[in-house]
């Protein structure tokens, strides 16, 4: 975590201290029960074995060994383990050294972990990750640490022993999209609070950010060609705070901590609504030229870019053009929600200026599943946030050959309340309490959307009512991890009953991590 790397040089610090002021009967060496085992882990894995007579004792003298398409991953390891254990654990590279170690190597794993799976071995000998990519290996970096107890996410060194409970793990994704989207629109997060909330889902292998960057309340990042978006556009957000926006520079550094953690972001500029930020900056983009005040409360519905003036296609493409420029991953999100004050032709319309846009910078859409009944190109990718199992433009979309995004909004959207008193987070599409969230299955939600139609699970957090890293850890958890799942675990290995068990012990893991999290009934924290 960012919070926590930042320590990692103290830990380093205190390692003399601790390494020899350990008392020569060491009690804390003797338990080598493991709080959890490989069965335990979240998301579940396709396969998992434990063997209690298989763990494996880090030592001040183990190594972290990798090959070289490895060593970023190990390198990451190490930052993970250092500051609770305060061992130096080097990061290797080759057959050097004897000694115990963690081994990170990529190839010589079984074609069925694909590009983001992996196989661990834990055994009282060392532990052995392998993956046929450096993105596998992140995968079981993020297994492995669920395997040591939670007080291995502390931030200063414990006097303990650090097992790694023991046991065999095929696994690999069910989907390959799994995505948490934040809206730094209706209220700006900073780079360091968006870095934190990387590192939190990361750690349950979600692989892809999807950040809002503009809506009626304000306009999120700097456009070169139109610098009053951000300079002008960012000054708001809902309920009249500050507001912010990313500079390119600061964008970019995001993209590359995000990829950092094997994490794609998507980037959305939502058109033909949720306008008003672009056109309080530019009167020009106003039919009538005219300018128009700021809003920061939460109506939506009422704005609409210009559609028959050239200027609005020219803001397109100067915007999409920048922003492709900025992103790496192949998808831009052009929005096309609720856009209420567009007329059904004029909606059709911008489409058919619009998507050729994003093709011309060699990018792919997605965008709410609006867009569905505009035909996009199959290469675009609706993302279906309504609540009722029947959506005749996505089914049909979905029959064309496009692949769904399914976040319907009763079960994924993180900014539901939990219950009728939640403090935080809206209630539109339904109260999403830890069982709601968990138990639904993207494949069978909609119909005439089966898994072969479905390109993965996204958990979006709008955030009205949201304002600091607290308030998006208390709706992010629990619920998270369950989309997490639901995204990454086979179908048939998950069932309420027994991921409830297992979330429980995710708890002095969030605690360690300073996560604020709901503390729902549903589930008997440990
Ligand atoms: C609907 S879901 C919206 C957003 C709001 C959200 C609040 C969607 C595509 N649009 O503009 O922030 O509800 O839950």
Redesign the pocket.
Known sequence: MSKRLSTTVLGVAVLSLVTFGLPATASAAQHTKAERTVTDVIPAPVEAKADPRANFRLNPATVIRTDRDGRQVGEYLAGLLRPATGYRLPVVTGHRGGGPAISLETGHASDRVGTEGYQLKVSSSGVSLRAKTDKGLFSGVQTLRQLLPSAIEATTVQKRSWVVSGGTVLDYPRFGYRSAML?VA?HFFTPAQVKLYIDQIAQYKINTLHLHLS?DQGWRIEIKSWPKLATVGGLTAVGGGPGGYYTQEQYKDLVAYAASRHITVVPEI?MPG?TNAAQHSYAELNCDGKPIPARTD?E?GYSSLCINKDITYTFVDDVLRELAALTPGKYLNI?G??AHATTPEDYQTFAKKVQPIVAKYGKQITG?H?IAKTNPPVSAVP?F?GTTGTDANVAAAAARGNKILMSP?NKA?M??KYHPQTPLG?S??GLIEVKTGYDWDPATYLQGVTEQNVIGVEA?L???TLVTSEHIEFMAFPRLPGYAEIGWSPKDSRTWDAYRLRLAKQSPRWVQQGIDFYRSTQVDWQ
């Open positions: 809206d209706r809506d939502d949720h939460i939506v929005g929600d609720e709410w609006d993302q946030w909004a959207y900014d539901m809206l539109w599409a979006p709008w955030s009205e």
